[in-house]
Structures are given as C-alpha cells and as structure tokens.
Nanobody
C-alpha cells in the first residue's frame, strides 16, 4: 500500500517562506516520478512542480524562480521550498507519485491528503 503524507503547511505573510515535505512509504521510491499540486477554493487542481528519477525538474510559470522541488532518497521524502510567497499561492497543497512521468498533469496514481498554505497580504 502506497502512502504519501504531507506536512509543513501553515500561515505566513506575503514575502515569507515555507517548506513542504512529503514522506513516501510502501513503494519503490527510487522508480517514481513525483509532483506537487495545489487547489484553491473554487478552482481546479493545478500542477506546481514535478521531478523525475534523475532529478530533472519542471515548474509552473506562476512559481518558477520562487519554488524549488527536491527529493531525499535516503529519507524517502519529497520537498517543496516556497519563497517569496504571494496571497495567490494560498491553497491546499498535495504531493503525488507514479511510475509514469505525468509532469504537471493530474494523472498521478497516488496522492497525499494535503497540507494547507495560507498567505496573507
């Protein structure tokens, strides 16, 4: 059974930083493709960042230069470092994993429960 557990969300002021974590268990971590997604109230889920097994990364235009996705194989953990946060970054953030490289598409097979990020002006 695959489990993805996110943490690290919270409330920050505009311009602040947060680091999200996603611990993966029950899966061959080193063979997965992983991504971070977010969903704001009344909006569709959108891809934020993705990383493949070689460490190659992809970012949505809205976060490029501010967010960094990374992974620690030893800890089976995916990270999302978020800097220069804006009110429009407010959303529930989810991590996702799959053996298929979906990049920023929402087709991933495995999802976490989400962690809330709120950015105030």
């Amino acid at each position: 059974q695959v489990q993805l557990v996110e943490s690290g969300g919270g409330s920050v002021q505009s311009g602040g930083s947060l680091r999200l974590s996603c611990v993966v268990s029950g899966y061959t971590y080193s063979t997965t493709y992983m991504g971070w997604f977010r969903q704001a109230p009344g909006k569709e889920r959108e891809g934020v960042a993705a990383i493949d097994s070689s460490g190659s990364t992809t970012y949505a235009a809205s976060v490029k230069g501010r967010f960094t996705i990374s992974r620690d194989y030893a800890k089976s953990t995916l990270y999302l470092q978020m800097n220069s946060l804006k009110p429009e970054d407010t959303a529930m953030y989810y991590c996702a994993a799959d053996r298929v490289n979906w990049l920023l598409l929402s087709n991933y097979n495995y999802w976490g429960q989400g962690t809330q990020v709120k950015v105030s002006a």
